[in-house]
């Protein structure tokens, strides 16, 4: 077994990417804790950079490898069972970690979480561990990166410049090679900004989408839980992991059935007299080469007037949503204000200029230029922006800490207002070697969409994987296509990656094509049996969609999976929300009589998450 650390010249050089660390632990190549201690030499080597607010104690890490190791000898499966098995990832300080101080920047405020926010906890259940808890503009108000106690995170490209914030040291985890994955909250950008400021991938879901509960708010009607990570399809694993609702989370939304982007497609950019790259002379070139590899996918490019996207950007901080931002701090700002640096507690304050009145009238304006922007959507299924038209140093920062923060949100802020979901790309490098990024964004509930056409931008364009010296490598969705002679087969419950039975499908040879939903034409029962199993039955007079998974089979295997599978179950023909048809396993309506009905879950993995005692062990 090679070791985790590949030394060159003193330099660690494995990629930290989600498809390579988890094909290396799968082959057995990698042991988890020879990872973890990659994980620290990584971390050690990159010395004071302002990276961590609060870390997972190193013994703790070993502890946790070692029992995964140890639990994988005990059971094979098991790996191929947890879709993040053994991932290093990181948490922004915002959001709850039990045995992690949450102090979302701000020490006075810092308090010890009883419970791990839902989000972190169907991470860790997958098998991931958890290296610390990560630095962050105080109380997520900025885009800057700057403003933490706790310094600055060092932008890998050249520490003269911002990491870029909230988020900050969640991007330079991810862009550094210290973690696989991480995530961050993004209210105005921050989820978006500091990935183009690191050269990674940073997406932005539909508000609601992933649970915020265990998360301090920033304008809580507006947060959403983003990831960071050096690839689309990573992004996505780690999506489908923790986007699962919750009902305990009053701003959680059900997500509808999701189709794929048609091919050709439309894209929408801004016309020229709405492009402002705020002197980076690099900066339209970069996005014109950006374009141009969405051309070559398969887009039809448009233009379309950003007027109505900008004026809402401008009302997110000159409006009163920012009296929210005061609403989630207000106990702390009115006990002791002190608490809070200059520069957060100058934008907080001013949240009580605002009346309930101007809330309203706001609210009111708000919706007419949703309304006139939805008219985008009729003429193009995308939009592509600049994530920020330019990088500032330090020093300018400091220099104009409000109005240069101001200027990095012109193409972010609107995106939570109009309740859009948003994939921030890399596009390249200026000559001064600092990258360049742009966004794709999309109706809500678009992020399928969004992260599978993100996958083919990025590899068409094939740049480094943050400040690493990597590129992606293959697709595992390219590796999975079926090969001539495979049928495709539809799983819903037991099956699903990281379920009890999903090492069977490994076992028979079976690869995983796709991730997908039914059409809105069935019903699920929960069935007896050990372990428990949905069952998917047509309903003539409706019913819902549900989370599949593709997979593609000889058709001996299937023949041999079609053999051990017990009634009430059999095989049929499972119609999905994009129109296809794939064979799967339906349920006999005789048996569905006298089952539970669980289809106002919306899927086996919600049902699961929401009812403990239909255990899956």
Known sequence: MRDAVESGGGRLTASFDLGSLRRRLLLGELRTAALVEDVLARIAAAGDDRVWIARVPAETLRERAAALDEAAARD??????????????????????????????????????????????????????????????????????????????????????????????????????????????????????????????????????????????????????????????????????????????????????ETALARPFRFAVPRAADLDFAGNDDAPALFERAAAALEALGGERIETDLAPFLEAAAMLYGGPWVAERLAAVETLYQRSPEALLPVTRQIIATGARHSAVDAFKASYRLAALRRESEALWQKAELLLVPTAGTIYSLAEIEADPIGLNTTLGRYTNFVNLFDLAALALPAGFRRDGLPFGVSLIAPAFGEAALCALGDAYQRRLDLPLGATPHR?????????????????VAVAGAHLSGMPLNGRLLELGASLVERTQTAPVYRM???????????????????????????????????????????????????????????????????ARTAEDISTFGGW?????????????
């Open 525 to 591: 029962f929960r069935l007896e049996g050990e372990p428990a199993r949905p069952g998917l039955l047509r309903d003539g007079a409706g019913g819902s969609a549900f989370e599949v998974e593709l997979w593609a089979m000889s058709p001996a295997s299937l023949g041999t999976l079609l053999a051990e599978t017990p009634p009430p179950l059999s095989l049929g023909t499972v119609l999905l929300g994009d129109g296809r048809a794939v064979k799967g396993f339906l349920c006999e309506a005789a048996a």
């Open 76 to 257: 094979p499966g098991l790996p191929a069972r947890l879709p993040l098995f053994g991932i290093p990832f990181a948490v922004k300080d915002n959001i709850d970690a039990a045995g992690l101080t949450t102090t979302a920047g701000c020490p006075t405020f810092a308090y010890e979480p009883a419970e791990t926010a839902p989000c972190v906890a169907r991470l860790l259940e997958a098998g991931a561990l958890l290296v610390g808890k990560t630095n962050l503009d105080q109380f997520a108000t900025g885009l800057v990166g700057t403003r933490s106690p706790y310094g600055v995170a060092r932008n890998p490209f050249d520490a003269r410049y911002i990491p870029g914030g909230s988020s900050s040291g969640s991007a330079v985890a991810v862009a550094s090679g210290l973690v696989s994955f991480a995530l961050g909250t993004d209210t105005a950008g921050s989820g978006r900004v500091p990935a183009a400021f690191n050269n990674i991938v940073g997406l932005k879901p539909t508000r609601g989408r992933i649970s915020t509960r265990g998360v301090v708010p920033a304008c809580r009607s507006l947060d959403c839980v983003s990831i960071f990570a050096l690839g689309c399809e990573d992004a996505a694993t780690v999506m489908a992991v923790c986007g699962v609702y919750d009902a305990a989370d009053p701003f959680a939304r059900r997500a509808p059935p």
């Open 605 to 617: 993995r919600e049902f699961l998450s929401l009812r403990p005692r239909a255990s899956i062990e």
């Open 472 to 488: 992606l490598p293959p697709s595992d969705r390219a590796a999975a296509a079926p090969r001539e002679g495979r049928i495709i």
